[in-house]
T-cell receptor, first 110, second 112 residues
Framework: DVKVTQSSRYLVKRTGEKVFLECVQD?????MFWYRQDPGLGLRLIYF???????EKGDIPEGYSVSREKKERFSLILESASTNQTSMYLC?????????FGPGTRLTVL | RKEVEQDPGPFNVPEGATVAFNCTYS??????FFWYRQDCRKEPKLLMS???SGNEDGRFTAQLNRASQYISLLIRDSKLSDSATYLC?????????????FGTGTQLKVEL
């Protein structure tokens, strides 16, 4: 059974803080993704990675960075959190078939 | 124009009804297509892939029309447990690999 886990379900941070969101998958998938989901806007791709140490910008990378030092782990970093980054963040992994999502992290930036 | 467009709904239908959702996509080079289901406060999960010839999985039927660039999902004999948001997903092969683009979802509410 594929499992994608995220470090926190709920997170509250203050404006200007550095925020780390961690994602781990246990299926040896090459591809990993970070999305944010907002009402009326759907899922939007922030960054993705198709191999260790590789990263590609998605549709809305501004204000975010990522790190993929190990195949199973993909981290999303908010260098200086802002209130407009309050959102649900979903990590996903995929090989050649189905894309599996983690349970999501609801981040609130005050 | 959005890459993937869906009617947000909600579609409120009685139990046992048949309901259909459509989704249009803008990039004719899109290669594969999916429907995902997302329950309230949960992550999206794959419902079914959509094949060119159309495919069926129990009460669910998916169809693809490449000429008109739309896909559809038909649910027969709706159950209360079908209440969810249904996401249309389109896959495009880019220089960086396969990229999935998600629609904003269509909300279905099945009522007694």
């Amino acid at each position: 059974d594929v499992k994608v886990t995220q470090s926190s379900r709920y997170l509250v941070k203050r404006t200007g803080e550095k925020v780390f969101l961690e994602c781990v998958q246990d299926m040896d998938h090459e591809n990993m993704f970070w999305y944010r989901q907002d009402p009326g806007l759907g899922l939007r791709l922030i960054y993705f990675s198709y191999d260790v140490k590789m990263k590609e910008k998605g549709d809305i990378p501004e204000g975010y960075s990522v790190s993929r030092e190990k195949k199973e782990r993909f981290s999303l970093i908010l260098e200086s959190a802002s209130t407009n980054q309050t959102s649900m963040y979903l990590c996903a992994s995929r090989s050649t078939g189905e894309q599996y999502f983690g349970p999501g992290t609801r981040l609130t930036v005050l | 124009r959005k890459e993937v467009e869906q009617d947000p709904g909600p579609f409120n239908v009685p139990e046992g009804a048949t309901v259909a959702f459509n989704c249009t996509y803008s990039n004719s080079a899109s290669q594969s297509f999916f429907w995902y289901r997302q329950d309230c406060r949960k992550e999206p999960k794959l419902l079914m892939s959509v094949y060119s010839s159309g495919n069926e999985d129990g009460r669910f039927t998916a169809q693809l029309n490449r000429a008109s660039q739309y896909i559809s999902l038909l649910i027969r004999d709706s159950k209360l447990s079908d209440s969810a948001t249904y996401l249309c997903v389109v896959n495009l092969l880019t220089g960086g690999g396969n990229k999935l683009t998600f629609g904003t979802g269509t909300q279905l509410k099945v009522e007694l």
